[in-house]
């Protein structure tokens, strides 16, 4: 009889059997479709023995020092400040734009206090901001939301900005310094040897058994479990009852060059070439060594496997009848990107995570997120498809890490 059966074992469902051993000595059952845990953060290691991302690559930034210190017991971390290039009109420029965009693609000398005014001239303030266009056409006008903007959204969402809220877009910030960073979070790291070796950290539990290569409802019916905790997509969960929620797919185009470096930074973005949004390079994330590099190219798809909620005011109303139903379901939590339907980074669903066990618990999240440091034995994988072996043996086979850092 297990206490509890956990649907998915990304963020949400692996924090949650973590906190649920760990904390509350409840048994827990994590199955997962995949033959792997880590969800979409996954990282392995490549035929050429480079770790890769395999479903694109993943940055850990937060400004929670709550979970930033909880999934510190779990792993160490590689400082890591992400950079962006965008590829316009022949030159790669930062991105978010700041002064050295803005320079470097005009031949100008501005500087930071000239910014402002620079915007100010070619900025079109919208008195309504409705739309993704409405905010970058409002901040930067017109001719730098075509440059780096309207294409690379189309792409991204096979809709124009002009059809997406407000929010995908205000994720954009623009800077009148030279700052370069993407991320402005106070905490910016990468876990030193991998999200997945995270991931075996966090479910080292003898209470944690594993199911990989399985779905939820090839075993619902015979296991034995007392409540029911649900990563996987909400629609799905309700047999599709009010119809599909919209989601953005990807199709992940994996390489390895014989070169040791191919571009300056991990991600350049092509908001107006070829078909690929983006091009990633992993060893500028993980610090790694080697003489050939890995690198991904990512196309959008609207069909796939989901993995972007489309921000849609329609999208929002279709999910909240299935939000209604999912609150009728007292044995079931419902928790994660896809069953929240919530374009959440990494750091956002850990702290939903924790605050959905902090109920279960009826404690204070920062009572109850504290991980206790004891470390138990490897905790069992139950491989039905394939062959059984502990967790900890999963990335055994694989180099470590040679980190720069
Ligand atoms: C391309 C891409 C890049 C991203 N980059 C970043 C980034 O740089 N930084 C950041 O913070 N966040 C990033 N994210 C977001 C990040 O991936 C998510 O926040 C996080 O992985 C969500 O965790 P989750 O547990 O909610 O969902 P998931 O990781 O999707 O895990 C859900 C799991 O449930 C399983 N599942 C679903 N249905 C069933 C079923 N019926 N039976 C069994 N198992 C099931 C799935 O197989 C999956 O493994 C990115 C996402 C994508 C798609």
Redesign the pocket.
């Given at each position: 009889m297990f206490d509890y059966l956990i649907?998915?074992?990304?963020?949400?469902?692996s924090v949650l059997a973590e906190r649920l051993a760990r904390g509350s000595n409840k048994k827990v059952l994590l199955?997962?479709?995949?033959p792997h845990i880590g969800?979409?953060?996954y990282d392995c290691y490549d035929d050429a023995g480079i770790l890769i991302h395999k479903?694109?690559?993943?940055?850990?930034?937060t400004n929670s020092r709550e979970v930033f210190e909880y999934l510190s017991t779990f792993t160490r971390w590689r400082p890591y400040e992400h950079r962006v290039r965008a590829s316009v009109d022949g030159q790669l420029v930062p991105i978010p734009i700041n002064l050295d965009t803005i320079n470097q693609l005009y031949g100008l000398k501005l500087t930071s206090l000239e910014m402002e005014g620079f915007f100010a001239s070619v900025a079109e303030p919208r008195e309504v901001v409705r739309t993704s266009e409405d905010v970058v056409v409002g901040r930067v006008g017109r001719e730098l939301y075509e440059k780096f903007f309207r294409g690379y959204t189309r792409k991204q969402w096979g809709l124009d900005p002009s059809q997406l809220d407000a929010m995908v877009t205000a994720r954009v910030p623009v800077r009148t310094n030279r700052d370069d960073r993407y991320f402005a979070d106070t905490y910016q790291a990468m876990p030193l040897r991998g999200y997945t070796r995270m991931f075996e950290n966090l479910l080292d539990h003898d209470n944690v058994k594993i199911l990989l290569n399985?779905?939820?409802?090839e075993i619902v019916d015979v296991i034995p479990y007392e409540k029911m905790i649900y990563?996987?997509?909400v629609d799905?969960f309700f047999d599709y009852r009010y119809g599909k929620l919209p989601y953005r797919s990807?199709r992940f185009e994996h390489e390895t060059v014989n070169q040791e470096w191919v571009q300056p930074v991990a991600v350049v973005n092509y908001p107006n070439e070829h078909l690929y949004t983006r091009v990633t390079e992993f060893k500028h994330l993980t610090g790694q060594e080697h003489r050939k590099s890995s690198l991904v190219y990512?196309y959008p798809l609207a069909e796939g496997d989901p993995?972007?909620p489309v921000p849609r005011p329609e999208n929002n109303e279709l999910y909240k009848k299935y939000q209604a139903l999912a609150e009728e379901r007292s044995d079931v939590h419902f928790v994660?990107?896809?069953a929240t339907y919530k374009y959440?980074?990494?750091?956002?669903?850990v702290a939903q995570a924790l605050s959905v066990y902090a109920r279960i618990v009826g404690q204070k999240r920062s009572e109850a997120t504290r991980a206790e440091a004891q470390r138990p034995a490897a905790p069992t994988v139950l491989t039905p498809r394939k062959e059984r072996r502990p967790a900890a043996s999963v990335l055994a086979e694989a180099p470590a890490v040679r980190t720069g850092a």
């Open positions: 649907v998915g074992a990304g963020f949400a469902g199955v997962d479709r995949r969800g979409n953060a479903y694109g690559p993943h940055i850990f930034h399985t779905d939820y409802r990563t996987g997509p799905e990807l990512e993995y972007y994660g990107r896809l959440y980074n990494m750091d956002q669903v």
